[in-house]
């Protein structure tokens, strides 16, 4: 059984940083796959960003490429999310998510191959 805590988010003005983080308990995530999502109001629960914990390869939505950088630290069990340039609409809940398997193109956006989540952390980005 994995457990994370997301932490981090807040309110920022539009064009600011956040950095979320993703603690993870009850086993090492050697070999899962790591995901971000965020929901918004009234919208479905969508992908931002994922990294494979043992080879750290990274993926992203077109949303937040270039401006958020997910990373890990094996040491610490945390996955982070930098999020950079940020807008009104990249206001949601963000959540982390792990996959005990690797996964590949289409799958990480798919909520059902995540095993594991966080309760989520609100980002409020103003305008």
Avoid: H
């Amino acid at each position: 059984q994995v457990q994370l805590v997301e932490s981090g988010g807040g309110l920022v003005q539009a064009g600011g940083s956040l950095t979320l983080s993703c603690a993870a308990s009850g086993r090492t995530l050697s070999g899962y796959s790591m995901g971000w999502f965020r929901q918004a109001p009234g919208k479905e629960r969508e992908f931002a960003a994922g990294i494979s914990w043992t080879v750290a390869r990274t993926l992203y939505a077109d949303s937040v490429k270039g401006r958020f950088t997910i990373s890990r630290d094996s040491a610490k069990n945390t996955a982070y999310l930098q999020m950079n340039s940020l807008k009104p609409e990249d206001s949601a809940v963000y959540y982390c998510a792990a996959a005990g398997s690797p996964l590949w193109g289409s799958s990480w956006n798919d909520l059902r191959e995540y095993d594991y989540w966080g309760q989520g952390t609100q980002v409020t980005v103003s305008s």
